[in-house]
Every structure is written in C-alpha cells, then in structure tokens.
C-alpha cells in the first residue's frame, strides 16, 4: 500500500461523482434506438434504370443530403446510411408524423447563390431567397416555424445562380498548409457570373442548400468559367463545402422502396425484458463472486457496481443510441468485467498457496493477471473494430451497435479491474493483512 492509492481513491470518487451527476442531469437523457421506443424505417432504393452506374460517391452523398433533412425533424439519433451498392436505410426513432418524414427525404434539396451584399452571413443561418421564397423546414424567427401559412418577417436575398449552374467541385490544398473549393461553371452561366462579380467586386456571395447558409465568401475577382472559394477550412470542411456544392440536390432519384412501422408497445416490452434478464444476470454474478471470494469478493461486487454507473454515464454522455443488439454488447462486457477480477483473484490464491504474504500476492497476482487480462481485451477489441467496421458498410445497424456498446464495456471494465478493484484490494486488505494472516477463509483459499 503505498501514497498513490489513495490519490487512485480520490481520482476513483471523482469519476463515480461525475457519473451520478451525468445520470441525473436532465440534459443528458439516454437515446433509444427504433426497437425501443418504435419509429419509422424507410429503404430508398435508386430510382434510375437498373444498367444505369451509380457510383460510391453518389450514394454516399444522397446519404449526407437525405441525413441532414431528417436531423431537420429533431429526431434524437436518426439512422441513415447506405445499404448496398442502390439503397439508403433510413430509421426515425420516435416520429410522431410519418407522412412528414417521408415527405421531406423524397424532396430534392436546392443549392442557391445569393447576393447578400457587404454583410456575411453565418453558417446554418436560415434565409428566404428570391428563387423559392415559401416556407422551408427551418425557423425564420423566434417562435414562428418554417410550415406557417402566415408571411414571415425575415428578408428576401435576391438568388444570382442555383446549383444547377454548377459543372465541378473539388476541394484543394494550398502551398500554405490550408485548403480551398475550386468550382468550374456549365458554360451557359460563365457570361451572367462573370458580369456579376465583376459588378460586385468585394461584396459577399452566400451559398444556400435548403435556404440554410453554408459558406459566405466575399467576392475578389471577376470569376468565369471557374473560380475558387477560399476561407479558414480544415479538409474535412472544404471536402464537405465541394460535395455540397457539386451535388446540390440529389445525386441519385430516390424512391421508396419499403416502410416499416415500429411500434413502441413492442419497444416497451423489449426494454423490460432486457431490463429483467439484465438485473438476474447481474444479480446472480454478484451473488457469486461473493460466496466464492469472500472479501475480495465484496470488493470486486462494488467495483462491478460502477462498472455499470460508468457504462451508463458514458452512454448518455456521448450519446450512444441503446439498442437491443447495443445491450447485448452492454450484458457481454459485464461477464468480461467479472472474468478480469477472477484472473487476479485466482492469481492471488496461488501466491498464497506458495506461502507468499498477502501483500506480496495481491501484488503479484495483478502484475501476473495483467497480461492475460490485456491481451484478451485487446483481441476483443480488434474484433468490435471489424464488426463496427462491418456494421458500417454493409448497413447493419444491429451488428454496429453491438460493436460500440461491448468496445465501451470492455475499455471500462479494465479501468474496473485494474484500477480500482486494485485501488480497493490494496488499501482493504493490505491495511489488514496482519489480521487476516490466519483468516484464510475471509480470501476465498
């Protein structure tokens, strides 16, 4: 026992406070997947010939469109992602109007340039424009929603070119370590851009996808056939700003291929069920560990304990959507908390069998245990990563939310187990190993 385990110990009640904080706040409620509170499931399937290409790329960016119309529904954790090599899987957890929904992923967004004068504007702003002036599905004002039949109050921008102008969009690196858009015009737009910009040199040109500010560049010179966007971009900006811009609307037709309606009765049932079978498990591993090792028993139980508090703070922390397939991850990294300890502890029976004294054992046994500890962790892990990775290109949500539910689990459990079930052990047991030098039967030997 020496000085840096009580520092552990105070670190330790830190963490534990934190996470009943983060269980308790309001702000941060846990996020359930379509299976547990119901939802709608919508497969959109390319609309185009069947000997027609479609590419990657396509896909992909009907996947970020459609994803950024559906986060407009203020669903918590909506699930899109690409299913194949012609299909887009599309989950609404908690959507109260399916009609809504499945209107807005069918429509085709609308990229605009508009003039805005000597005022930038800021990104994610919501402007009117002179191209599409209704209502669009973002709030103009304070209060007043984007479907009101009643005129809003917010200005009208005067539209100068709309994606459709656009030929090409790439994003570049420059010879200063930063990155920039480069654009090139359909050659019927060259003539109205050009007289433009050279007409409103040093004013600001707004690019608008669905009436939402996404750039704001100030013009610098006259641009014809082709021109440049530059600004304070990382490449994942300018990469997002060249996809945006050169797939303004849709890249691909979607249609609807298929819609499934998840009940939340059935969600209800799920959650309790799990929740039953979850609280036996446990229980019974508890139960265990405390027949089987006495003391050290106890002390990992208490461990296990916030094994589990630290699980449910880091899921409404990040957030993470709880899914079904995501609590049988969850249930999975407990067993795995639990064989951690019954390594140590059953190294530390050795030692003592061997005559060694209990503070050289409970030494030895988490040095030796570690090992065996970490490379069965680590080879968990690898195999989370390729079923995540799976999970995320062939369209299994289940597979992937299994993946990142039992990957968490088993990060934490060795914090558990290394850490503080050593924390426990060592200030415990070791401050009474004079008076359980004959009390073998406390320890479990």
């Excluded at 929904?101 to 402007?127: H, N």
């Excluded at 809003?152 to 921008?157: K, Q, R």
């Excluded at 050289?360 to 080879?379: H, Q």
Aim: charged share 20%; net charge negative.
């Amino acid at each position: 026992m020496s000085r840096n385990d009580y520092i552990w110990l105070g670190i330790i009640i830190l963490i534990v406070a934190g996470a009943l904080w983060i269980i308790q706040n309001p702000d941060y409620p846990i996020q359930r997947g379509l299976d547990l509170q119901g939802g709608l499931q919508v497969l959109l399937e390319a609309d185009v010939p069947a000997d027609q290409e479609i590419t990657a790329d396509q896909m992909n960016t009907s996947r970020q469109i459609v994803s950024q119309r559906v986060n407009a529904l203020g669903v918590a954790e909506p699930l899109v992602q690409v299913e194949g090599e012609r299909r887009v899987l599309v989950e609404l957890p908690g959507v109260g109007d399916p009609e809504e929904a499945i209107s807005l992923i069918q429509e085709t967004a609308l990229l605009e340039f508009v003039d805005s004068g000597s005022t930038p504007l800021p990104v994610d702003m919501c402007v009117r424009t002179s191209h599409d002036p209704g209502p669009s599905r973002c709030e103009f004002g304070p209060g007043e929603s984007s479907t009101d039949e009643v005129a809003s109050p917010a200005p009208t921008f005067e539209t100068v070119l709309t994606g459709s102008a656009l030929r090409e969009a790439t994003s570049q690196a420059d010879n200063f370590g930063g990155f920039h858009v480069s654009f090139q015009l359909q050659p019927e737009s060259s003539k109205l851009f050009a007289d433009y910009t050279r007409e409103h040199q040093g004013q600001f040109l707004t690019i608008v996808l669905d009436k939402k500010v996404i750039s704001s560049p100030r013009i610098s010179a006259v641009i014809e056939d082709s021109g440049t966007i530059t600004g304070d971009f990382s490449l994942e900006e300018a990469q997002r700003l060249a996809l945006q811009l050169k797939f303004g609307s849709l890249p691909v037709p979607l249609k609807i291929e298929a819609i499934r309606q998840v009940g939340a009765t059935l969600g209800e049932q799920s959650v309790e069920a799990s929740i039953i079978a979850g609280a036996i498990g446990v229980m019974v591993v508890l139960l265990f560990m405390l027949i089987y090792y006495r003391l050290p028993g106890v002390l990992a139980d208490i461990a296990l304990l916030i094994y589990a508090l630290l699980n449910i703070a880091v899921y409404m922390l990040l957030p993470v959507t709880v899914t079904l397939p995501a609590i049988t991850g969850f249930l999975l990294s407990t067993g795995m908390a639990v064989d951690a300890n019954i390594l140590v502890f059953e190294r530390i029976k050795e030692e003592l069998r061997r005559g060694a004294s209990l503070r050289e054992s409970i030494d030895t046994g988490f040095s030796r245990a570690w090992t065996s500890i970490r490379d069965s962790n680590v080879a968990t892990l690898v195999i989370c990563l390729i079923l995540w990775i799976f999970g995320r290109n062939f369209g299994a949500s289940a597979v992937q939310g299994f993946a990142y539910t039992l990957a968490i689990g088993v990060l934490i459990s060795m914090f558990t187990a290394v850490i503080i079930t050593r924390t426990f052990v060592r200030i415990i047991i070791g401050r009474s190993s004079s008076w359980l030098a004959d009390k073998n039967w406390l320890l479990g030997v």
